[in-house]
Each structure stands twice: as C-alpha cells, then as structure tokens.
C-alpha cells in the first residue's frame, strides 16, 4: 500500500539511473524491484498504482518506489511524458509504514509521491545523479550525490506532512463533503476552495485516507444511501437527489455494484427481516 520509508541516511549504491521520454501513450510496466527506485516527472502525467494504490503524477512530483512493492499501470502516459529515474539498494533495516510518522534522527522519511515544484534544487540533485551514472563517475561521488538527493526529499515529505496536519487539509475536504452530500466534489473543486495544487490535495488526500477523493465520495454516499433506506421510506428518487446521483438508476447501478443487490431489493430485505417485522408491528 501506499506509505512511507524511514531508512538510515547513508551512502548508498546507485545501480542503475537515465532518463526516458514517452512520445506515444504508454502504460506503467507490472514490476517488482528488489531496490528501492525514485523517479522524477519533468513534465506529462502517469499514473502508477503502488500495490492498489493509484498515484499519478504531474510535472515536478517524485515517487519513491519501495523495493519488494507491487507497481504497475493502467491508465497510458500522456504524450511526450518525460522521467528521470534512479535506482538505488536497500537493507533489512528500512521500514516501510502507511502513517506519518516524524523519523528517528538520522533517518529519511520518503512519502509515496511530493511535488518538488517549489524546491528546484531537487531537480538539480536528481540530474546530477543521473549524469553521475551515464558519465561513470567515482561511486563515492554518486552515493554522496545521492544521499544529498534522499535528505532533500526527506526534508519535503517531513515539512508535507507538518502543514497538511497543521492547515487541516483532510478535515477540511471531509467536513465539506459530509456538509454537502447531494455534491460530488472533484480535486479542482478543493484546490479552488483551499487555496492548496490538486496534485497536494490529491496525494495527502490518498496518503492518509488510503483512497481517493472520488473513492472516499462514492463511499460515504452509498453509506447515506443504506441509512436512508433502512430509517426511511423516501422514495429512490429522492434518495438519488439528496445523496448526488443523477438519477435512480445511476444510484441503483452504483450501489449493486458494491452490496450486489439494488437499493428496491435491499429494502424489501429488511422488510423480512424479523428485527424490521418487529418494529413494524410497534
């Protein structure tokens, strides 16, 4: 899942690093790398899901790729997407945890994907590293390079974490969506309203609900929509209109698709039911 790595700041071993540019739409390869992998997007979009975790990424964001951790693709690569990538080697002793947790002294804390577009200066390191690699230079020069490389993101996922805690941008996107249940808000729709890059709201988002803003939304209406169901006798339409939905059928689409049954059969179910008999008799 997605998370986060504490590991010891050392000098590490690049083993592999170079650049690529995807000029037709091409999906993330299904792999597993038994080192750890960063990579950098200059500029296009893709999306790379981290075991089921989706995370796409925008122009300047990082992804740290934990060694041993499912990632693939789906969804293509916008046109001319271009990467920087680097490989580097791992120890038992590297944690790897879905919460926020602030590292021990001496150890970096990676996040699953940062937007370095305020931070130019890890681009710079970034490449470097690359152009140590192509340009075979000394390998205590490289690991130093890469090291300087791992602290600057460190440094990012760490202050990430102290303002998305410190602005509530979690607490503000849920109270929105459970004030307004009859809306679908989408990322623009948040960055609007927080004053916050999509691609922020978008990755604190996932990180720490360990799903996505869509997901989270589908979620809590076919939540409201059992509850209504069952306190209720509102018809479907209504309940579609409160809850978001287009129209019924789209509600009763969605919400067989998850109980496996549609919201007129899950009624008439808790209408057998001896609990609801019960109460209907009262």
């Known amino acids: 899942?997605?998370?986060?790595?504490?590991?010891?700041?050392?000098?590490?071993?690049?083993?592999?690093?170079?650049?690529?540019?995807y000029h037709e739409p091409i999906k993330y390869i299904d792999r597993i790398f038994r080192e750890h992998v960063?990579?950098?997007?200059?500029?296009?979009?893709?999306?790379?899901?981290?075991?089921?975790?989706?995370?796409?990424?925008?122009?300047?964001?990082?992804?740290?790729?934990h060694a041993g951790v499912h990632h693939y693709g789906l969804t293509p690569c916008k046109p001319d997407t271009a990467?920087?990538?680097?490989?580097?080697?791992?120890?038992?002793?590297?944690?790897?945890?879905?919460?926020?947790?602030?590292?021990?002294?001496?150890f970096a804390f990676l996040p699953?994907?940062?937007s370095a577009a305020r931070q130019p200066s890890v681009k710079r390191i970034f490449q470097r590293v690359v152009d140590d690699w192509i340009e075979i230079v000394d390998e205590r020069e490289s690991s130093y390079h890469l090291k300087r490389l791992i602290e600057e993101i460190s440094q990012i996922g760490h202050t990430t974490d102290i303002d998305s805690r410190k602005n509530g941008i979690i607490e503000r996107c849920l109270e929105i969506i459970r004030q307004n249940p009859d809306r679908y808000f989408t990322t623009s729709d948040f960055s609007s309203m927080l004053f916050k890059s999509q691609s922020t709201i978008r990755n604190v988002f996932r990180a720490n609900m360990n799903k996505s803003l869509y997901e989270y939304q589908r979620d809590h209406k076919l939540s409201l929509v059992k509850t209504m169901l069952e306190t209720t006798s509102m018809k479907l339409h209504e309940i579609a209109q409160q809850t978001g939905y287009c129209d019924e059928y789209q509600m009763s689409k969605t919400f067989k698709k998850t109980y496996g049954m549609t919201p007129g059969q899950y009624r008439q179910q808790l209408s057998k039911s001896p609990e609801t008999s019960e109460e209907n008799k009262k």
């Open 83 to 106: 990467i920087l990538f680097v490989h580097f080697g791992c120890d038992g002793k590297d944690s790897y945890s879905a919460d926020f947790n602030t590292p021990p002294e001496g």
């Open 1 to 21: 899942m997605g998370g986060f790595l504490n590991m010891k700041i050392t000098q590490r071993t690049v083993s592999l690093a170079g650049a690529s540019r």
């Open 38 to 65: 960063l990579i950098y997007c200059l500029c296009g979009e893709y999306e790379i899901f981290d075991n089921d975790l989706p995370f796409r990424l925008e122009k300047d964001d990082v992804m740290f790729q």
């Open 112 to 114: 699953t994907v940062i």
